[in-house]
Nanobody, 126 residues
Framework: QVQLVESGGGLVQAGGSLRLSCAASGDTICISTMGWYRQAPGKEREPVALIIISDDGTSVHDTNYTDSVKGRFTISRDNGKNTLYLQMNSLKPEDTAVYYC??????????????WGQGTQVTVSS
C-alpha cells in the first residue's frame, strides 16, 4: 500500500504562484507513475501533469502536461524524500479546483494498484 499526503493549497490572486507537495510513504518502490489531477465544481476530475519514473526508481523518465497548464506548471519529484511537487505559476481563475495527487503502482512483482491523496483546495481570485 501507498499513502499520499498533500499540502500547499490555498487562496492566491490571479498571476500568483503556489507549490503543491505530495509526500508518499509505504510501498513507494512499486510506484511507476505519479501525477496531479484536479476537479473543479461541477466538472469531472482531469489530469494536470504526470511524471513517469525510471525503471530503477531513481530518476524521471518523462513528464506530460495538459495543454492548459503547459508553460505555467512544472511537475517534479524528490526521490530521496519520496515527494511529488507541482509548481504553479501565472495562476488563472480557471485553475481553481481541488487538486489530487495520484500514484500508480505497476512495477513487476508488485500488486497493481492506484492510490489518491485526500485533495487540496486551490482557489485563484480574479
Amino acid at each position: 500500500q501507498v499513502q499520499l499526503v498533500e499540502s500547499g493549497g490555498g487562496l492566491v490572486q490571479a498571476g500568483g504562484s503556489l507549490r503543491l507537495s505530495c509526500a508518499a510513504s509505504g510501498d513507494t518502490i512499486c510506484i511507476s507513475t505519479m501525477g496531479w489531477y484536479r476537479q473543479a465544481p461541477g466538472k469531472e476530475r482531469e489530469p494536470v501533469a504526470l511524471i513517469i519514473i525510471s525503471d530503477d526508481g531513481t530518476s524521471v523518465h518523462d513528464t506530460n502536461y495538459t495543454d492548459s497548464v503547459k508553460g505555467r506548471f512544472t511537475i517534479s519529484r524528490d526521490n530521496g524524500k519520496n515527494t511529488l511537487y507541482l509548481q504553479m505559476n501565472s495562476l488563472k481563475p480557471e485553475d481553481t479546483a481541488v487538486y489530487y495527487c495520484n500514484a500508480d503502482l505497476r512495477r513487476p512483482l508488485c500488486v497493481p494498484a492506484d492510490y489518491w491523496g485526500q485533495g487540496t483546495q486551490v482557489t485563484v481570485s480574479s
